[in-house]
């Protein structure tokens, strides 16, 4: 029985969808009840709902907006009241999309309201039951495999753009090839690359950018790499050539071999000499004058000198990405000058008080393209190799994603030619 008034429920609303007057009254319609219930199911199915999308304009309210879509002022104050649990409507921003949804396009009975309070979150109300509760709807992701293709000519960043791929894709592709080339300094013409990434939709919409999957930059000198996503057991997901070996390189883990942390990274702390609160960029190493102070990793000097508060300091620069700092120094490694290459490990400097400093000490600073990161805090990625027992889940993870690279591009592809190098790729 209760199928049947089902059935003749949605019959109501067939019938007012075929019929441009909609019924006032449920029809008299003797013959709903002679349908199978195979049929009741078909037309149970039928949504004739109807939403309306809207935007709060600039220098109006979500309160003017809803005013002007019939809402009285006191069911407008239910429904703000009753967001504040989840995302108070008297946050949401002028700009901000919401749909209305009534029960079939007549709008003589609302259903839902919903609000966008960012691009993956919907705030709703069910409108058909009082009291107004709101829920909070997380839109499913979906993901899609993109290929890109660059030959580079000028930079990578118009190779990227020449290949169609988002600019915001290429720091990445730098960051996985980070210790084997300096893209920033090293990029040729004629290098090329290639990489498969997941592109994440939410309704249709392209919303962002996944993880790269797999890598290849070939350099014009004949330089090969290649990188692959890949999360051995119970680590996070890391980049490794095709024989299971890490493409990273490891920072030693102090610029001391001895030495005691004296005071830690911090985005406000009470300065002992200048007697205010400001950021703490770096790790301090309280240790003797003239202990030796080591380079965490493979680089090349960009700075050695005095430089105001920070006494006499050097920089290194480890590669695209990463740059470290070393301050208060008591004096440089004898030969180091700007430009000199310095390998893990080694010696460049010793501890001392110099600049604004209350007793010797070491103060070391990582930056991560440009910006301080805390040394003890940020997890660099492994340097270590896919581990033997997660050998066979890489295998096949490498194998499913070398194969979904792209062809390279040829019709870009660099070659040499008597009229000169230029001609062929600008052609
Ligand atoms: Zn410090």
């Known amino acids: 029985m209760n199928k049947l008034i089902v059935f003749s429920f949605c019959t109501t609303l067939v019938v007012s969808c075929s019929n441009p007057k ?47 879509l019939d809402f009285t002022a006191p069911e407008i104050l239910e429904l703000v009241s009753a967001s504040k649990s989840i995302h108070s409507l008297e946050r949401i921003p002028a700009g901000t999309k919401f749909s209305v949804t009534w029960s079939d396009d007549t709008k003589t009975e609302r259903a839902k309201i919903s609000f966008a309070t960012s691009k993956s979150k919907r705030l709703e109300f069910d409108l058909t039951e009082k009291p107004w509760t709101p829920s909070e709807i997380e839109l499913p992701i979906s993901k899609l495999m993109r290929t890109f293709t660059g030959t580079v000519t000028t930079t990578l960043w118009d190779s990227a753009s020449s290949a169609g791929m988002a600019p915001s ?44 999957l797999a890598a290849q930059f070939h350099t014009k000198s004949g330089d090969k790499y290649t990188g692959i996503r890949f999360a051995p057991e119970g680590e996070s997901a890391s980049y490794f050539q095709e024989d299971g070996s890490s493409l990273k390189r490891m920072f030693l883990k102090s610029p001391l071999k001895f030495g005691r942390i004296s005071s830690r990274f911090s ?155 230029m001609d062929i790729f600008l052609q």
Do not use: C
């Not at 029809?27 to 039928?46: F, G, I, K």
């Not at 084997?180 to 997941?198: A, H, I, M, T, Y």
């Not at 400001?278 to 493979?298: C, E, F, K, L």
């Open 22 to 68: 909609p019924p006032t009254t449920a029809p008299q319609n003797d013959s709903a009840l002679t349908v199978e219930p195979a049929q009741v199911e078909e037309v149970v199915a039928v949504d004739k709902s109807h939403t309306e999308w809207f935007a709060i304009p600039a220098k109006s309210t979500t309160f003017t907006e809803l005013r002007k």
């Open 169 to 212: 894709l290429i720091p990445e592709l730098a960051e996985i090839f980070a210790w084997q080339v300096d893209f920033s300094r090293e990029v040729q013409p004629g290098d090329r690359w290639r990489l498969v990434v997941e592109e994440k939709f939410i309704e249709d919409e392209a919303v962002g950018w996944g993880p790269v």
């Open 267 to 421: 985005k406000s702390r009470f300065h002992p000499i200048l007697k205010y609160n400001r950021p703490h960029n770096g790790v301090d190493y309280a240790a003797p004058i003239g202990t030796p102070v080591r380079t965490v990793g493979d680089g090349r000097v960009t700075f050695v000198g005095r430089n105001g508060g920070s006494g006499k300091m050097i920089k290194i620069r480890h590669n695209s990405v990463y740059t470290t700092a070393y301050l208060h120094l008591n004096g440089y490694a004898k030969n180091l000058r700007r430009g000199s290459k310095v390998e893990q490990g080694q010696v460049i400097g010793y501890v001392g008080n110099t600049g604004l400093s209350t007793g010797p000490h070491l103060h070391f600073s990582f930056y991560k393209h440009g910006r301080f990161v805390d040394p003890l805090g940020v997890k660099f990625p492994s340097a270590d190799p896919v581990p033997e027992s997660s050998m066979t889940a890489f295998a096949s993870v490498a194998q499913n994603s070398l194969a979904k690279l792209p062809e390279w591009n040829l019709d870009r592809e660099f070659a040499q030619s008597e009229e000169g190098e």
